[in-house]
């Protein structure tokens, strides 16, 4: 039986491992790791519209920890 997924590519499911892995909480350094990336600025140019929501969640937690 096929899944009928004609319509995605690896390379989709290479973003989408991406994305995920940032949003989850792991480093820039380890996704660039895990996609084989040879420098830390392709990943970030790549997926930077993953960090603005990152690091308000991480602003807001601190925030949190600060001022109850």
């Excluded at 290479?14 to 892995?21: D, E, G, S, W």
């Amino acid at each position: 039986m096929r899944a009928a997924l004609d319509w995605l590519r690896l390379h989709d499911l290479r973003h989408a491992c991406a994305t995920f892995l940032l949003v989850s909480g792991a480093s820039p350094r380890t996704v660039m790791k895990v996609l084989g990336h040879s420098q830390i600025g392709l990943t970030m140019n790549t997926y930077a519209h993953v960090l603005p929501d990152i690091e308000r969640a991480a602003v807001d937690e601190a925030a949190k920890h600060l001022f109850g």
